[in-house]
Structure formats: C-alpha cells, structure tokens
C-alpha cells in the first residue's frame, strides 16, 4: 500500500441552530469529492449531536488545497458561527490497514 | 506537539445480532483505558449500524499490546463471527491537529 492521508473531523454540533447545515454538508460533500487527490469520506453522526468524519486524500497538498478552496473557506466560517460548539481536526498519514468482512 | 497516534476504526454492524454487543463494548472501552499509552477515544455510532470509533495512542507498540491483550482477542474473534458485517482499521500518526470552540 502507497501512503495515504485521513482528515479526523470531530464535531460537537449547536443542537438548536441547525439551519442551513444540511445543505451545506451536501454542497461541501459534493465539492470534496471533485477535488484533486480525494479519495473517500466515512461520516457518521450520533443522536446528542456529536459526530465524526473522517476524509482520504492522496497528499497533504491535497489536504491543504481543500481546506483553501474558496467555497469550503465560506463553509468553515458559518461553521464557527453558526453550527458547531466545538471541532477538533486532525491530519495524519495511514501508515496500515486491514479489513474484515463476513462471508454471506 | 509530540507525535501520536490514532486507530480508526469504521465498522458495519449486523443490525439483528447484537446480543452481548453493549456489555463487551464496554468492557473493551475500560480495559483499553487501562492499557499502557491509551490517550483517548471518541465514538459515534449512526442509526443505520454504521460506526466510527478512533482511538489514540502514544506509540505504535502500545497499538500494538493493545491489539495483543488476550482478552481483547477474544473480543475481536467474537466481534468477527457474531458483530459485525464488517469493519476496516486504519493505523495513522497524526501530525497536525487543531481546535475550535465557540465562546459562550
């Protein structure tokens, strides 16, 4: 396997201010995903408002030139003031992986 | 920041076989709080049975011992033949992090 990287996106949402959130999950999705170097997004969100998504991309150029694309930059400002309580985001390098499915 | 380490962990569960599912999970959760370089841990799991749970790690090698700890085994044979329809780990040094939180 050649290195890739993860996005850790781990988000406390405002259980109260939601509007506008949904639509712009689906526009910064569908950005994402046309962007250079994506590779996939896992997210999963709880029922007391915490979440978690988790992006793959090919470079931390990739990384860094989504997190400046100018759309996203918007994004993430509403994010601030609107949507989120808290984030915490990490950027690491997969360095392993290995995966179970069951036989049907 | 010193480096560290992060376990993601994206699981897909069989929705009509989880019994003694809540106990091991946690189960594991302690004994893994107890292990040697146990930072911290974050789950979230969606309606649909689709779960993400990343844990954090000194070192490689106390990923590793984790990995190893016969109980563990026991759970993760188990979490093969009765849990999961499948899941995907991913190893990864985390190298950048960074937060926000709104002020109250």
Redesign the interface.
């Known amino acids: 396997m050649s290195h890739y990287y ?1 996005v ?1 996106f ?1 988000t406390v949402r ?1 259980i109260e201010k939601q509007e506008g959130y949904q639509e712009m999950s689906e526009k910064m999705l569908r950005l994402a995903q046309a962007q250079p170097g994506f590779i996939e997004i ?1 997210s ?4 007391d408002g ?3 998504s ?1 992006s793959y991309w090919r470079t ?1 150029e990739d990384i860094r030139s989504w997190k400046q694309q100018n759309e996203h930059l918007m994004a993430q400002q509403m994010g ?1 003031s609107r949507w ?19 036989e049907l």
């Open positions: 993860a850790i781990s405002e896992e999963v969100r709880g029922p915490r979440g978690m988790v931390l601030k989120y309580r808290s984030y915490k985001v990490r950027i690491c390098k997969v360095e392993r992986e290995y995966e179970f499915s069951a």
